[in-house]
């Protein structure tokens, strides 16, 4: 794969097919966090929903996503050294691990 303005430019078909792949999925996956984080610092941080969040809700939604993607990244860093470690290991197995 090659780079024009730090934007990859597939060799083959295959190659940008793969590529277009790897974009959605990284879009999906954005998706899914934003909307977990959405759902469970609602649910934490404003109890009964009204026209306007309140200093306290602001300071809460903030503090809670903060954490949220931070545990993500860790959970993410953890999970990708183990299937470096498997594949390090037992390079026939990856497969089915993938990237988290």
Same mark, same amino acid.
């Given at each position: ?6 934007? %990859?430019v597939? +060799? $083959? ?8 792949? =790897?974009?959605? +999925?990284?879009?999906?996956? +954005? =998706? *899914? ?13 404003? %109890?009964? %929903? @009204? $026209? #306007? ?17 931070? $545990? /993500?990244?860790?959970? #993410? *860093?953890?999970?990708?050294? @183990?299937?470096? =470690?498997?594949? *390090?290991e037992? %390079? $026939? *197995?990856? @497969? +089915?691990?993938? /990237?988290?």
């Amino acid at each position: 794969m090659s780079f024009i303005n730090n934007s %990859p430019v597939a +060799a $083959t078909p295959k190659e940008a097919v793969m590529e277009q792949i =790897r974009q959605e +999925a990284a879009i999906e996956q +954005a =998706r *899914r966090l934003i909307e977990k984080m959405n759902e469970l610092c609602f649910d934490k941080c404003i %109890p009964t %929903p @009204g $026209t #306007s969040l309140s200093k306290k809700e602001e300071g809460c939604i903030s503090m809670c996503m903060e954490k949220y993607i931070d $545990t /993500r990244n860790v959970v #993410s *860093r953890a999970w990708n050294q @183990g299937v470096q =470690r498997i594949q *390090r290991e037992h %390079p $026939t *197995r990856v @497969g +089915a691990l993938g /990237r988290f």
